[in-house]
């Protein structure tokens, strides 16, 4: 099995900064693209950002020059640099990977964390 297990959540004040990370860890042989969601208070869940592999990252318009998505391969995990925070940054946010746990998986499998509170407000 394998788990995802984020931390790094809270309350912050607008302008303010935090950091969530997400480590990957039971029966892993190689990880692809790992990522960040968030569901605000009443809507759907909404990507944030991604990463491949290699490092090519994707973000929502809305946190493009306020989030930085980095990972490091050798501890499974994933970070998100969250700068500049809005109220309309409040939401559970969801760490995402996809997994292959043995050379036999042909695809990866789909991973989610359990979610993490963030909540911007003085």
């Given at each position: 099995?394998?788990?995802?297990?984020?931390?790094?959540?809270?309350?912050?004040?607008?302008?303010?900064?935090?950091?969530?990370?997400?480590?990957?860890?039971?029966?892993?042989?190689?990880?692809?693209?790992?990522?960040?969601?968030?569901?605000?208070?009443?809507?759907?869940?909404?990507?944030?950002?991604?990463?491949?592999?290699?490092?090519?990252?994707?973000?929502?318009?809305?946190?493009?020059?306020?989030?930085?998505?980095?990972?490091?391969?050798?501890?499974?995990?994933?970070?998100?640099?969250?700068?500049?925070?809005?109220?309309?940054?409040?939401?559970?946010?969801?760490?995402?990977?996809?997994?292959?746990?043995?050379?036999?998986?042909?695809?990866?499998?789909?991973?989610?964390?359990?979610?993490?509170q963030v909540t911007v407000s003085?």
């Amino acid at each position: 099995q394998v788990q995802l297990v984020e931390s790094g959540g809270g309350l912050v004040q607008p302008g303010g900064s935090l950091r969530l990370s997400c480590a990957a860890s039971g029966k892993i042989f190689s990880i692809n693209a790992m990522g960040w969601y968030r569901q605000p208070p009443g809507k759907q869940r909404e990507l944030v950002a991604t990463i491949t592999t290699g490092g090519s990252t994707n973000y929502a318009d809305s946190v493009k020059g306020r989030f930085t998505i980095s990972r490091d391969n050798a501890k499974n995990t994933v970070y998100l640099q969250m700068n500049s925070l809005k109220p309309d940054d409040t939401a559970v946010y969801y760490c995402n990977a996809f997994i292959r746990g043995s050379y036999r998986d042909y695809s990866p499998h789909e991973y989610w964390g359990q979610g993490t509170q963030v909540t911007v407000s003085s």
